[in-house]
C-alpha cells in the first residue's frame, strides 16, 4: 500500500514538513536552473542578434553590388534628332558615341485576305463552305527557304478558318473581319511576321474554294536603313545588331539623316554611391545598439563580430584595392565619416568627381571587372571587396551562420540540462519526503512512549494527585 508522505508530513512533529522540503528543494534548484535560464536568454539573445545582423550587412552588399561590375556605370543619356521616326534605348553594353542614323524604309508583315470563290465577303461568320465539309489549308512560309505547313478546318465556316489557323500556332495568326456594310460583310485576314522571309501563300484542299489577296502595301517587307554610311536590311523594326547595346525602334522613314549620340549619365551612378552610403548608415545604426556595452547590447561581448564590422568599416575608408590615378578612395570623391561613426557626402566633390574623373570612380568601385565573383583571390574594388565580406560572413561556412549554429546547440544543451535538473529535484523532493515521513514516525513513537510513561507514573500507588 502506498503511503501519501506528503499528508502525512508534520501530523506528529509539530511543524509543516511538506513546505520545509519545498523550501529546500527550491533552494537546491534554484542558483541551477538560474544560471540555465540566464544562459538560454543570453544565447537567444545573440542568435536574434546576429539575424538583425546579418539582414543589415545584407543592406550594405545590395547596394555594393549596384556598383560591382563595370556594366553598372554603363548609363547613358540618350539624343535623337528625329524621335518621331525611331527611337533609341542604349543597355549597359553600349559605348560613348555618337550615329547618323537615316531610316529609309520600316519592316512590314503581309496582310492576306481570304473570300469565297467569286465573291468579294463572306455572308456571315457561320457561312457554310466546302458544304459542311472539313477540308485543309496548306500554308507556305518563307522566300528561299520555304516551309509548308497543313492545317485542318473541321468546322468549315469562316470563324472555323480563323480558329483552326490560330489554334495551329504558326507564325501566321488569322481574325474575322466585319467591315459593317449591309449584306455580305466578312473577310478572314491572315497576318504574318515582319520581313521577306516570312511572307506565304494560303492554298485550300478544296479547288475553287477560296481567294487569296494581298493588298498592295500590304506585303511582307524588310526594314531599311542606314548607320553611319552603311546600308542594312532587317526583317524587323527593332534592331539591336548594327550598334552594340544600342536598341533602334523604328516607327516610320526619317526625313534625311538623323544625329543620335550617347552620352554618360553620372545621375544614376550618383543616385547608387548615394545608395550604398544610406544602406551603410541604416546597418550603422542597428549595428551600434548591437555592439554598445554600456546598454547590454546583444554582441557587445563578441570581439570576432566586432573585428568584423570594422572590416567593414575599413573598407570604406581605406584606399580603394583597384586605386584610379586621381580617386584613390572614397573620400576623394566626397564620402567621409563623421565623429559618430556615420558617413557623409559632400555634394560638390562627388559631382567634380564623376564629371572629371568618372574611370577612375567606376575602377575604385568595380576593379574595371564585369561578372565579378567572390571566388579566389583578386582585387576588386571597393563594392566587390564589400561584398566579398559580407558574403563571407553570411555563407553556410561563415561566422555569422556557424556563430548562430553553435548558439542554437547550446540552447538545446542547456535546456536538456534544464530537464535533467528537474528529474534530480523530483528525485531529491522524494528523499526528504521520505527522510520527513521516518523523522515524523519516529516523533509518534517518542510521543507515544512518553504518554504511556505519563500514565504509569500517575497511576503508581504513592503517587500524589493532589
Not at 541551477?32 to 546579418?54: C, F, G, K, P, V
Not at 483552326?164 to 449584306?183: C, E, H, M, R
Amino acid at each position: 500500500m502506498a503511503v501519501d508522505y506528503i499528508n502525512t508530513l508534520g501530523a506528529g512533529a509539530g511543524f509543516n514538513t511538506k513546505e520545509i522540503v519545498t523550501a529546500l528543494v527550491n533552494a537546491e534548484r534554484a542558483p541551477e536552473e538560474s544560471r540555465l535560464n540566464r544562459r538560454i536568454e543570453t544565447s537567444e539573445s545573440e542568435i536574434s542578434a546576429l539575424a538583425q545582423a546579418a539582414s543589415s550587412l545584407q543592406l550594405i552588399q545590395t547596394a555594393a553590388d549596384d556598383l560591382k561590375d563595370t556594366s553598372d556605370f554603363n548609363n547613358f543619356v540618350v539624343s535623337n534628332s528625329q524621335e518621331t521616326a525611331f527611337t533609341v534605348a542604349a543597355d549597359a553594353n553600349a559605348s560613348i558615341g555618337s550615329h547618323n542614323v537615316t531610316v529609309s524604309a520600316v519592316a512590314k508583315e503581309q496582310r492576306t485576305n481570304l473570300t469565297p470563290n467569286g465573291a468579294t465577303e463572306f455572308s456571315s461568320a457561320s457561312q457554310l463552305l466546302n458544304s459542311g465539309a472539313a477540308f485543309n489549308l496548306s500554308i507556305d512560309i518563307g522566300d528561299s527557304s520555304t516551309v509548308t505547313h497543313s492545317v485542318s478546318v473541321s468546322t468549315a465556316t469562316p470563324q472555323g478558318m480563323v480558329d483552326a489557323i490560330n489554334a495551329a500556332n504558326l507564325d501566321v495568326t488569322a481574325q474575322l473581319l466585319d467591315k459593317g456594310t449591309s449584306g455580305s460583310n466578312y473577310i478572314v485576314q491572315l497576318i504574318g511576321q515582319s520581313g521577306t522571309d516570312n511572307q506565304f501563300t494560303v492554298t485550300p484542299s478544296v479547288s475553287n474554294m477560296l481567294t487569296s489577296d494581298t493588298p498592295s502595301g500590304e506585303a511582307a517587307a524588310n526594314a531599311s536603313v542606314i548607320v553611319n554610311g552603311v546600308t542594312y536590311s532587317r526583317p524587323s523594326n527593332s534592331i539591336n545588331d548594327i550598334v552594340s547595346g544600342v536598341t533602334f525602334n523604328l516607327n516610320g522613314a526619317t526625313s534625311g539623316s538623323a544625329s543620335v549620340s550617347l552620352a554618360q549619365d553620372t545621375s544614376a551612378v550618383d543616385t547608387k554611391i548615394r545608395s550604398l552610403v544610406a544602406a551603410y548608415n541604416d546597418a550603422k545604426v542597428t549595428l551600434n545598439e548591437l555592439t554598445n556595452r554600456e546598454n547590454g547590447g546583444a554582441l557587445a561581448g563578441d570581439s570576432i563580430f566586432r573585428q568584423a564590422i570594422r572590416s567593414v568599416t575599413n573598407t570604406f575608408l581605406n584606399m580603394s584595392s583597384t586605386p584610379g590615378t586621381n580617386i584613390t578612395r572614397l573620400s576623394d570623391l566626397g564620402v567621409s565619416i563623421n565623429r559618430s561613426g556615420f558617413l557623409e557626402i559632400s555634394d560638390a566633390k562627388l559631382s567634380t568627381a564623376l564629371s572629371d574623373h568618372f574611370n577612375d570612380v567606376r575602377k575604385v568601385f568595380s576593379a574595371e571587372t564585369e561578372q565579378q565573383t567572390s571566388s579566389g583571390i583578386a582585387s576588386r574594388g571597393v563594392s566587390g571587396d564589400l561584398s566579398k565580406l559580407i558574403e563571407d560572413l553570411s555563407s553556410s561556412t561563415g561566422y555569422l551562420t556557424t556563430q548562430t549554429s553553435k548558439l542554437n546547440t547550446d540552447v538545446t544543451s542547456y535546456e536538456s540540462e534544464l530537464e535533467d535538473l528537474e528529474k534530480k529535484m523530483e528525485a531529491l523532493q522524494s528523499r526528504y519526503n521520505s527522510q520527513f515521513a521516518s523523522m515524523n514516525s519516529l516523533i509518534d513513537s517518542l510521543n507515544n512512549t512518553k504518554d504511556n510513561l505519563v500514565t504509569s507514573f500517575e497511576n503508581l500507588p504513592f503517587t500524589n494527585k493532589d
